[in-house]
T-cell receptor
Framework: DVKVTQSSRYLVKRTGEKVFLECVQD?????MFWYRQDPGLGLRLIYF???????EKGDIPEGYSVSREKKERFSLILESASTNQTSMYLC???????????FGPGTRLTVL | DQQVKQNSPSLSVQEGRISILNCDYT??????FLWYKKYPAEGPTFLIS?????DKNEDGRFTVFLNKSAKHLSLHIVPSQPGDSAVYFC?????????????FGQGTTLQVKP
């Protein structure tokens, strides 16, 4: 079974803090994705990566950056957390040329 | 611009009856569609998919129908069970992209009453 793990299930941070969300997948997938899920807005793509050290902006990249130094690991960075970044963050991975994405359990981030 | 839309935020059905979840899209380049199911505090899990060369795909109690001319797809669950209560997302992609990028709808919360 594909496994996608995320470093924290729940996280509480203060405004202005730098926040790191880690995602690891164990199936040698080329593609990795970061989404946020908000009520009524569905899943919105923040960033994705189709190879090590490669990254592409999704639909809502502002206020975020990413890092992919190893194939299995994709990190989302909030440079200076703000209250409007309070959300559920979901990481996913997929094989190159395949559409089905496998999701991690999510990180519920609260920024106070 | 919302390219994939689920216009019904919620749906309530009785156990044993049919659940029909709808999804509309605007981009005619989309050629592959997926449905995901999400329970609270868990990540979405893949449910069923359909390629644009088909108009129907079935997997047990779940059937997805695609109407390309109307740019509409629907997910039928028959019979509905209380364990089906979850948020359902439809998603779309176009094959010219090798990044596997999906565009998701807003989600529909299904409640199946015992």
């Amino acid at each position: 079974d594909v496994k996608v793990t995320q470093s924290s299930r729940y996280l509480v941070k203060r405004t202005g803090e730098k926040v790191f969300l880690e995602c690891v997948q164990d199936m040698d997938h080329e593609n990795m994705f970061w989404y946020r899920q908000d009520p009524g807005l569905g899943l919105r793509l923040i960033y994705f990566s189709y190879d090590v050290k490669m990254k592409e902006k999704g639909d809502i990249p502002e206020g975020y950056s990413v890092s992919r130094e190893k194939k299995e690991r994709f990190s989302l960075i909030l440079e200076s957390a703000s209250t409007n970044q309070t959300s559920m963050y979901l990481c996913a991975s997929s094989l190159l040329f395949y559409n089905e994405q496998f999701f991690g359990p999510g990180t519920r981030l609260t920024v106070l | 611009d919302q390219q994939v839309k689920q216009n019904s935020p919620s749906l309530s059905v009785q156990e044993g009856r049919i659940s029909i979840l709808n999804c509309d899209y605007t981009n005619s380049m989309f050629d592959y569609f997926l449905w995901y199911k999400k329970y609270p505090a868990e990540g979405p899990t893949f449910l069923i998919s359909i390629s644009s060369i088909k108009d129907k795909n079935e997997d047990g109690r779940f059937t997805v129908f695609l109407n390309k001319s109307a740019k509409h797809l629907s997910l039928h669950i028959v019979p509905s069970q209380p364990g089906d209560s979850a948020v359902y997302f439809c998603a779309a992609s176009h094959g010219s992209s090798n990044t596997g990028k999906l565009i998701f709808g807003q989600g529909t919360t299904l409640q199946v009453k015992p």
